[in-house]
């Protein structure tokens, strides 16, 4: 097939580095692969343009754009880092910080529910903040007070920062799978989308995940084109340690074993001879080592392991009494995936999902079997989180960057190669401009003071040590001030007779519609009681009067919403206080 390409001029630096994909010169009576076909049938396409003098100017532009991509999205993440501080209000930090703060002597986190490699990160994080600040022999005195509020800064800050590298990995993975525009693609669509930047400010485990997951999803690429053992090492390395870090990642186990047939089948290999490669059992056996390296007291603390993972099986297989929560394909696809990333946003991975299936180019078999393996195993599930749509993310971003990248050099070859750029750039603007805007008002919501913190500083104020506070619903804390242990003394609310028996003086309350199950208040009966018998003394209302209802995930006790975030003036339930007469 006769095709003659050449390299688009330099005249405009920015839009060369862009479109670094060869445009078409016409041949009477010869058959025209698109640019993308081309790249594919050569190769990968280069992560960089070639060194020469003309390249010069569009490699600047691309390392300026790329810099400013993950600069920003880096002020995205490490802003409001310091939520609710010195206080705690993301649920699940408390496992993480204080087992990475317990590793001393004894390196079994004691717990299963999360495999240990963030915590072990997170305790060479503290250990080195610890020592650079004087405390070479007792790292742990530096995090002696306000309950151990620095640590959680620390932690955050960590996770800010690998979600930040994780932009310009992956402009590596998906120029390396589809070119240059679907690198820059990617990196583009990843700084802005609003889960990955909420996910990243805290002390958890998503973070990191996505991060690991992202540089092996590079290595299954490799994989699929070149079938090095290199290749296949370093992919079962890195899902080992992703794996070690969020057990959900395990699909891309999935991945990786699609990736080893693609690979097999382009060197000429049969689906048996594929088989029974060495390849196959030994990039297996990397990802064992790598997990086992990883988290070991997975293995050598058996009898946790299981104690806990028959605990969290009950939750898996029946959920929580939680009317507000769902699961299930309506669920993730109603839900979960437009209210994490914005419903253009998800038309787009939808998009190129259907065209990875539909033009499949080597690499993306591998990354639909990851994410469909993801999102039957959340589907599945009674008790999930809209987190959990991290783990198929950057997969999902990565084809998204592929199609864009398919698309714009299809408009090269219709209306050139400027018209072509101008255009992508503006699409791209337009379906990432909500994510955005959602982004800043989730920093600027987070950046003000929780109405849990608030009652906290108020009851310190007002109601003497040692006081009896009755407080509703006092078995879900998410919502309650974060009161000084043994400073007050809480029961149960039940009645006003009941608060007076237990020497109450002090109502306290937490309610939130959006989050009843966290947060459901007094009842009708005990409110109206309260109102009659009781002087309303503080009322933290974080909802704005009139304004669309705030969308939350209903099974996640945080309350800060991804949706209609303007809707609320500060993060946190309604606190009310009441003072009996």
């Given at each position: 097939?006769?095709?003659?390409?050449?390299?688009?001029?330099?005249?405009?630096?920015?839009?060369?580095?862009?479109?670094?994909?060869?445009?078409?010169?016409?041949?009477?009576?010869?058959?025209?692969?698109?640019?993308?076909?081309?790249?594919?049938?050569?190769?990968?396409?280069?992560?960089?343009?070639?060194?020469?003098?003309?390249?010069?100017?569009?490699?600047?532009?691309?390392?300026?754009?790329?810099?400013?991509?993950?600069?920003?999205?880096?002020?995205?993440?490490?802003?409001?880092?310091?939520?609710?501080?010195?206080?705690?209000?993301?649920?699940?930090?408390?496992?993480?910080?204080?087992?990475?703060?317990?590793?001393?002597?004894?390196?079994?986190?004691?717990?299963?529910?999360?495999?240990?490699?963030?915590?072990?990160?997170?305790?060479?994080?503290?250990?080195?903040?610890?020592?650079?600040?004087?405390?070479?022999?007792?790292?742990?005195?530096?995090?002696?007070?306000?309950?151990?509020?620095?640590?959680?800064?620390?932690?955050?800050?960590?996770?800010?920062?690998?979600?930040?590298?994780?932009?310009?990995?992956?402009?590596?993975?998906?120029?390396?799978?589809?070119?240059?525009?679907?690198?820059?693609?990617?990196?583009?669509?990843?700084?802005?989308?609003?889960?990955?930047?909420?996910?990243?400010?805290?002390?958890?485990?998503?973070?990191?995940?996505?991060?690991?997951?992202?540089?092996?999803?590079?290595?299954?690429?490799?994989?699929?084109?070149?079938?090095?053992?290199?290749?296949?090492?370093?992919?079962?390395?890195?899902?080992?340690?992703?794996?070690?870090?969020?057990?959900?990642?395990?699909?891309?186990?999935?991945?990786?074993?699609?990736?080893?047939?693609?690979?097999?089948?382009?060197?000429?290999?049969?689906?048996?001879?594929?088989?029974?490669?060495?390849?196959?059992?030994?990039?297996?056996?990397?990802?064992?080592?790598?997990?086992?390296?990883?988290?070991?007291?997975?293995?050598?603390?058996?009898?946790?392991?299981?104690?806990?993972?028959?605990?969290?099986?009950?939750?898996?297989?029946?959920?929580?009494?939680?009317?507000?929560?769902?699961?299930?394909?309506?669920?993730?696809?109603?839900?979960?995936?437009?209210?994490?990333?914005?419903?253009?946003?998800?038309?787009?991975?939808?998009?190129?999902?259907?065209w990875a299936v539909l033009r499949p180019r080597p690499g993306t078999w591998a990354l639909m079997a990851f994410i469909?393996?993801?999102?039957?195993?959340?589907?599945?599930?009674?008790?999930?989180?809209?987190?959990?749509?991290?783990?198929?993310?950057?997969?999902?971003?990565?084809?998204?960057?592929?199609?864009?990248?398919?698309?714009?050099?299809?408009?090269?070859?219709?209306?050139?190669?400027?018209?072509?750029?101008?255009?992508?750039?503006?699409?791209?603007?337009?379906?990432?401009?909500?994510?955005?805007?959602?982004?800043?008002?989730?920093?600027?919501?987070?950046?003000?003071?929780?109405?849990?913190?608030?009652?906290?500083?108020?009851?310190?104020?007002?109601?003497?040590?040692?006081?009896?506070?009755?407080?509703?619903?006092?078995?879900?804390?998410?919502?309650?001030?974060p009161l000084e242990w043994g400073r007050y003394q809480i029961v149960p609310f039940v009645n006003l007779a009941f608060?007076?028996?237990?020497?109450?003086?002090?109502?306290?309350?937490?309610?939130?519609?959006?989050?009843?199950?966290?947060?459901?208040?007094?009842?009708?009966?005990?409110?109206?009681?309260?109102?009659?018998?009781?002087?309303?003394?503080?009322?933290?209302?974080?909802?704005?009067?009139?304004?669309?209802?705030?969308?939350?995930?209903?099974?996640?006790?945080?309350?800060?919403?991804?949706?209609?975030?303007?809707?609320?003036?500060?993060?946190?339930?309604?606190?009310?206080?009441?003072?009996?007469?």
């Amino acid at each position: 097939m006769g095709l003659n390409f050449h390299y688009a001029p330099y005249r405009l630096p920015w839009a060369a580095a862009l479109v670094s994909l060869p445009s078409k010169t016409v041949e009477s009576a010869t058959p025209v692969a698109s640019p993308l076909d081309v790249a594919v049938i050569n190769g990968p396409a280069p992560l960089m343009p070639a060194p020469d003098a003309r390249a010069r100017p569009a490699t600047l532009g691309l390392m300026m754009g790329l810099a400013l991509l993950t600069l920003v999205g880096g002020w995205l993440r490490f802003t409001a880092t310091s939520f609710g501080w010195p206080d705690h209000y993301r649920p699940d930090e408390e496992y993480m910080i204080s087992r990475a703060l317990d590793f001393q002597n004894d390196w079994n986190p004691h717990f299963a529910l999360y495999p240990a490699a963030q915590m072990y990160v997170q305790h060479a994080a503290l250990w080195g903040y610890g020592a650079l600040t004087g405390h070479r022999h007792d790292f742990r005195a530096a995090y002696g007070a306000d309950a151990q509020a620095l640590a959680y800064l620390v932690a955050r800050r960590v996770s800010a920062a690998m979600g930040t590298a994780t932009i310009p990995v992956i402009y590596l993975t998906a120029a390396y799978g589809f070119g240059i525009p679907a690198g820059l693609s990617a990196a583009a669509i990843l700084a802005f989308a609003t889960l990955a930047v909420r996910e990243s400010k805290f002390a958890t485990t998503d973070s990191a995940t996505v991060l690991w997951l992202t540089l092996a999803l590079w290595f299954v690429f490799r994989m699929a084109r070149r079938g090095q053992l290199a290749d296949y090492v370093a992919a079962g390395a890195l899902t080992g340690l992703a794996v070690a870090t969020k057990y959900p990642a395990g699909a891309l186990v999935g991945g990786l074993i699609v990736a080893h047939f693609e690979a097999r089948a382009a060197h000429g290999q049969s689906w048996l001879g594929g088989l029974i490669s060495p390849r196959l059992y030994f990039m297996g056996l990397v990802c064992f080592l790598v997990f086992f390296c990883s988290t070991p007291y997975f293995f050598l603390d058996w009898a946790r392991t299981v104690a806990d993972f028959n605990y969290q099986r009950g939750y898996i297989l029946y959920g929580v009494p939680n009317a507000q929560a769902g699961y299930g394909w309506g669920w993730l696809w109603l839900h979960a995936m437009p209210d994490s990333l914005s419903w253009p946003l998800l038309a787009l991975l939808a998009l190129a999902m259907a065209w990875a299936v539909l033009r499949p180019r080597p690499g993306t078999w591998a990354l639909m079997a990851f994410i469909w393996l993801t999102f039957l195993g959340m589907t599945q599930s009674h008790y999930v989180f809209y987190r959990y749509v991290m783990i198929p993310l950057p997969a999902m971003v990565i084809l998204a960057g592929g199609f864009v990248a398919a698309v714009l050099a299809r408009l090269q070859m219709w209306v050139g190669t400027h018209r072509a750029v101008a255009a992508i750039v503006l699409a791209l603007a337009v379906l990432l401009s909500p994510a955005a805007i959602r982004d800043v008002q989730l920093d600027r919501l987070l950046g003000r003071c929780d109405t849990r913190s608030l009652a906290h500083q108020w009851i310190d104020a007002h109601v003497p040590p040692g006081s009896v506070i009755a407080a509703t619903a006092p078995t879900t804390p998410y919502g309650k001030p974060p009161l000084e242990w043994g400073r007050y003394q809480i029961v149960p609310f039940v009645n006003l007779a009941f608060a007076r028996a237990q020497g109450a003086r002090w109502v306290m309350s937490d309610s939130f519609p959006p989050l009843a199950y966290y947060s459901p208040g007094p009842t009708p009966v005990q409110l109206v009681e309260l109102n009659r018998h009781a002087m309303l003394r503080l009322d933290e209302n974080p909802l704005v009067a009139g304004a669309p209802t705030p969308v939350f995930d209903p099974n996640d006790a945080f309350y800060a919403p991804l949706v209609h975030i303007d809707s609320m003036t500060r993060p946190g339930p309604r606190v009310r206080i009441w003072q009996l007469n």
